[in-house]
């Protein structure tokens, strides 16, 4: 199994602000991909983050307000830009071992944006 | 396109008595299917998946899931439910040659002693 460390745990940010989600894992992985959970939702996928290119993003989300990182295959950033009260939720980094194997998932970081 | 239903937001069981989370699914190919748990305040953990093979999957903590795909379903199940299985409970879905995962709303699972 891997062990993710994902941080902050949660943060109280301010309107108009950026904030930067970090995930560490403690082996190398190909795939990783941040999620989003709104209060009372499910989980949405927010992008695929890419080793050594450009994150593939999902309908509906883009990488101006979602700038994403992947520098080595054992870490990826997320960046919330810009950020207004909607995007109050959770924001979870996610990794898979293999094809068509689990997902592992960080404990998630709560995102309130005042 | 994939999908991926949860009809009930919330399922009440006593504990002891057997329990079952509803999921059903739509794809265009063979379908991967998965289930994970929510704890408060912690990430998702995997409980099971189907990939092929026997349509009964038996996962963590004593679930187990059906997969029946003239139903298109894969509803949770475990014989004797404790409190401590009250959690967050999602189903999810892959179609085959999609590489990302689809999850339903969830659904609450709250044991009563």
């Known amino acids: 199994s891997a062990v993710i460390s994902q941080k902050p745990s949660r943060d109280i940010c301010q309107r108009g602000t950026s904030l930067t989600i970090q995930c560490q894992v403690d082996?190398?992985?190909?795939?990783m991909f941040w999620y989003r959970q709104q209060p009372g939702q499910s989980l949405t996928l927010i992008a695929t983050?890419?080793?050594?290119?450009?994150?593939?993003?999902e309908s509906g989300f883009v990488i101006d307000k979602f700038p994403i990182s992947r520098p080595n295959l054992t870490f990826s950033t997320l960046t919330v830009s810009n950020m207004s009260p909607e995007d109050s939720s959770i924001y979870l980094c996610?990794?898979?071992?293999?094809?068509?194997?689990?997902?592992?998932f960080g404990s998630g970081t709560q995102l309130s944006v005042l | 396109a994939q999908s991926v239903a949860q009809p009930e937001d919330q399922v009440n069981v006593a504990e002891g008595n057997p329990l079952t989370v509803k999921c059903t699914y739509s794809v265009s190919g063979n379908p991967y299917l998965f289930w994970y748990v929510q704890y408060p305040n912690r990430g998702l953990q995997f409980l099971l998946k189907?990939?092929?093979?026997?349509?009964l999957v038996k996962g963590s903590y004593g679930f187990e899931a059906e997969f029946n795909k003239s139903q298109t379903s894969f509803h949770l199940k475990k014989p004797s439910a404790l409190v401590s299985d009250s959690a967050l409970y999602f189903c999810a879905v892959r179609d085959y040659g999609y590489s990302t995962l689809t999850f339903g709303k969830g659904t609450m699972l709250l044991v009563s002693p």
């Open positions: 983050a890419n080793q050594g290119s450009e994150a593939t993003y």
């Open positions: 189907y990939i092929t093979g026997d349509n």
């Open positions: 082996s190398q992985v190909t795939m």
């Open positions: 996610s990794v898979e071992y293999g094809a068509n194997e689990k997902l592992f």
